[in-house]
């Protein structure tokens, strides 16, 4: 049931995204452009999908330990700005902003066939594994 529910989640998301156009490069750059001829609309579809999102988190996810199915909920983690975390966010957004393609969207466009797209996800995979392989041998981050 677990791997149905995984299943559906991500045919659900899949399908959100295409919908609202995130899965359109141009679109995503006109959205970063703020500068030039912005596009809106990716913030209403992000405004939109928190406007679902957050009550159902309050509602049904904060107060549990559990899921739905009965798994075991992750531990909540907790906020710490450090050079890590804002070094993997320049580096994200800097990918993002040269190619207006998010990994979310990025798996999405696989089945275009696009070399760019293709391209992209063995770059994202490479940057993906190497950093988990810096971590576990410099800085002696569990794996």
């Not at 990994?103 to 992209?120: C, D, I, K, R």
Request: hydrophobic share 55%; charged share 10%.
């Amino acid at each position: 049931m677990k791997l149905f529910m995984s299943l559906v989640a991500g045919l659900l998301f899949g399908l959100g995204l295409a919908m609202s156009g995130m899965v359109d490069p141009a679109r995503v750059l006109a959205f970063l452009d703020v500068a030039g001829a912005w596009d809106p609309s990716l913030g209403f579809v992000m405004g939109g999908a928190l406007s679902v999102f957050m009550p159902g988190y309050f509602w049904l996810v904060k107060p549990r330990h559990q899921s739905l199915l009965g798994e075991p909920l992750p531990a909540r983690p907790t906020a710490t700005i450090d050079h890590r975390l804002l070094g993997g966010a320049g580096l994200f957004g800097i990918g993002w902003g040269l190619v207006g393609i998010c990994p979310g969207p990025a798996l999405s466009l696989l089945l275009t066939g696009a070399p760019m797209v293709l391209l992209f996800v063995v770059a994202m995979t490479a940057g993906l594994l190497l950093a988990n392989r810096w971590q576990h041998k410099w800085a002696g981050s569990p794996q």
